[in-house]
């Protein structure tokens, strides 16, 4: 697991030991990109959830986007943290990651766009308009964060080689 935080570790570490947690991984890239996803995950459905989002359609979608990719980049967040991703060894964690991040990046590029086309400036309420606005910006940040995790993650999975499947047996046996 090249590129991950961990991955020296990977090989000694039991399924049977409790979880510890790992403070190399909020100093690497992938614990430090994660925790601006959340924060910045977090900043965008709140925006849009202090508007009157259920009028407008396009704002579902936005809310759904947001809040869905939240909700599990707090769960891959807590899984490398507590370093429970060795204890599953038989996952392919790389490409997992990287077909996550590139999933994100796609959908929330639809979630900026429709959020970005739906925002209009003859808003009856002033202060819908600037938390939409502000909706739209921190998606698009979001969405360039979930981009630069693709090409982290796509980094590390070709780091194990070309097939993930034989890699996670060898480094394990």
Avoid: E
Avoid at 102 to 113: E, H
Wanted: aromatic share 16%.
């Amino acid at each position: 697991m090249a590129g991950l935080p961990g991955a020296a570790r990977a090989r000694s570490a039991s399924p049977g030991s409790p979880p510890a947690l790992d403070g190399s991984f909020l100093l690497s890239p992938l614990g430090g990109l994660m925790g601006a996803q959340a924060v910045l995950g977090l900043l965008v459905w709140s925006l849009i959830a202090a508007t009157t989002y259920h009028l407008h359609a396009a704002y579902g979608w936005v809310m759904f986007v947001s809040l869905f990719f939240w909700i599990l980049t707090l769960l891959f967040f807590v899984t490398y943290l507590l370093q429970l991703h060795q204890k599953f060894y038989m996952i392919p964690w790389p490409l997992v990651l990287m077909i996550y991040n590139a999933v994100a990046t796609v959908l929330y590029i639809t979630a900026f766009v429709t959020c970005a086309a739906a925002v209009q400036p003859t808003s009856w309420r002033q202060w819908d308009y600037n938390r939409r606005a502000a909706a739209s910006f921190f998606a698009c940040v979001t969405m360039i964060t979930y981009g630069v995790s693709t090409f982290f993650s796509f980094r590390a999975w070709k780091g194990l080689g070309s097939n993930a499947a034989t890699s996670q047996v060898t480094d394990h046996v």
